[in-house]
T-cell receptor
Framework: GQQVMQIPQYQHVQEGEDFTTYCNSSTTLSNIQWYKQRPGGHPVFLIQ?????EVKKQKRLTFQFGEAKKNSSLHITATQTTDVGTYFC???????????FGKGTRLSVIA | NAGVTQTPKFRVLKTGQSMTLLCAQD?????MYWYRQDPGMGLRLIHYSVGEGTTAKGEVPDGYNVSRLKKQNFLLGLESAAPSQTSVYFCASSYLAPSTDTQYFGPGTRLTVL
């Protein structure tokens, strides 16, 4: 079945450093979504990318969708302690198949 | 709007006991989902529903049953709980699929099976 691989599994950064998590699929995706889960909380939707090569920004967060629509990345500039949590990507093949979530990247920010 | 709510928040079961987890949403969403989250495993889809009266199997359906008798409710049942079902269970709902289907998650149910 469809698989979505996410790396790294964990990342520890000093406050102010940048952070990137990568998402790769074995198949072409129709869209990709990113979610954030704070410790002890539930996943919260951040953004959806649909178009090949699409780049979207939300303040310090930059999201990219690869040209082949098989990979995506989330980059955080100058991390803050409020960025702590686990970031998940989720993608689907064309059609009405459910989203498949990556295993997530847990970000720790050291003040 | 309460969004997506889950009942109960915590539960401890003994092996072989049964229980039902309730998910309710007040956003008039067609789609509802049950996930389990285990350390290092991300979110794995158990069952989902594309509308009232319909259900479908996800990635890890064994040992679970579901029902969607009302549009706003999605029930997850464990007929004979096993320690391997110790997990955090999240319910989610979405309005449209597949092109735009932001999933809204409930707060989760932490289940321990002894």
């Amino acid at each position: 079945g469809q698989q979505v691989m996410q790396i790294p599994q964990y990342q520890h950064v000093q406050e102010g450093e940048d952070f990137t998590t990568y998402c790769n699929s074995s198949t072409t995706l129709s869209n990709i979504q990113w979610y954030k889960q704070r410790p002890g909380g539930h996943p919260v939707f951040l953004i959806q990318l649909v178009k090949s090569g699409e780049v979207k920004k939300q303040k310090r967060l930059t999201f990219q969708f690869g040209e082949a629509k098989k990979n995506s990345s989330l980059h955080i500039t100058a991390t803050q302690t409020t960025d702590v949590g686990t970031y998940f990507c989720a993608g689907r093949n064309s059609g009405n198949t459910p989203l498949v979530f990556g295993k997530g990247t847990r970000l720790s920010v050291i003040a | 709007n309460a969004g997506v709510t889950q009942t109960p928040k915590f539960r401890v079961l003994k092996t072989g006991q049964s229980m039902t987890l309730l998910c309710a949403q007040d956003m008039n969403h067609e789609y509802m989902y049950w996930y389990r989250q285990d350390p290092g495993m991300g979110l794995r889809l158990i069952h989902y529903s594309v509308g009232e009266g319909t259900t479908a199997k996800g990635e890890v359906p064994d040992g679970y049953n579901v029902s969607r008798l009302k549009k706003q409710n999605f029930l997850l049942g464990l007929e004979s709980a096993a320690p391997s079902q110790t997990s955090v269970y999240f319910c989610a709902s979405s309005y449209l699929a597949p092109s735009t289907d932001t999933q809204y998650f409930g707060p989760g149910t932490r289940l321990t099976v002894l």
